[in-house]
Structures are given as C-alpha cells and as structure tokens.
C-alpha cells in the first residue's frame, strides 16, 4: 500500500517561516490531487491547501497569500511553503493524496509562538 511520511514541522516564531514535505511511498500508479489539512485542538479540521494533477491550486481564506503548495511528481511529494506564520496556525498538519482513493499521513506539528 501506500504510506505518506510528512516532515518540516517544528516550532517557529511569529512572522517566520516553515516549510513542509510529504512524500508518498509504496505502490504508485499515478497521483491525483494532494494537499494539507490540519487540526488544532478547539477548531475543526480544517483544508489548508490542495493541488491538482495539472498544478491548479486551492487555498483556505485562512492562508491564502502567505501559504504556497507544490509538487515534485518525479518524488511523489507535496509541499506547503509557509511564510508570516501566525499563532493561529499553530496545529497538526496531515498530508493527503489521492491515489484511487485517499491516503493520509500521520502528521507534523507545527507551533508558532513567542
């Protein structure tokens, strides 16, 4: 099957920056759209980021402007390049493919305080 590691979580001062990667292993056809959730404790889940196969992208109100997805097809992986970062991005940000259905990854904390 496939398994999606996410890394680049960590924590970082307001106003800075962070950059993501999560990187799809395994049985591998062809990827469909990725993305980013994530989740904080209090707030609902809630969709950061998608791209598509074409390269079209998709961005919650929350980040757009600040937040950039992309992706590395030849590496299977998906990035969100995260700048101005705010307290309130402070969450767990879990990564998605869909590949013939969805995939998720386990994963990374991102903190941003003072």
């Known amino acids: 099957q496939v398994q999606l590691v996410e890394s680049g979580g960590g924590l970082v001062q307001p106003g800075g920056s962070l950059r993501l990667s999560c990187a799809a292993s395994?049985?591998?056809?062809?990827?469909?759209?990725m993305g980013w959730y994530r989740q904080a404790p209090g707030k609902e889940r809630e969709l950061v980021a998608r791209i598509g196969s074409g390269g079209s992208t998709n961005y919650a109100d929350s980040v757009s402007g600040r937040f950039t997805i992309s992706r590395d097809n030849a590496k299977n992986t998906v990035y969100l390049q995260m700048n101005r970062l705010k307290p309130e991005d402070t969450a767990v940000y879990y990564c998605y493919a869909y590949i013939r259905r969805m995939y998720w990854g386990k994963g990374t904390l991102v903190t941003v305080s003072s």
């Open positions: 395994g049985s591998i056809f062809s990827i469909n759209a």
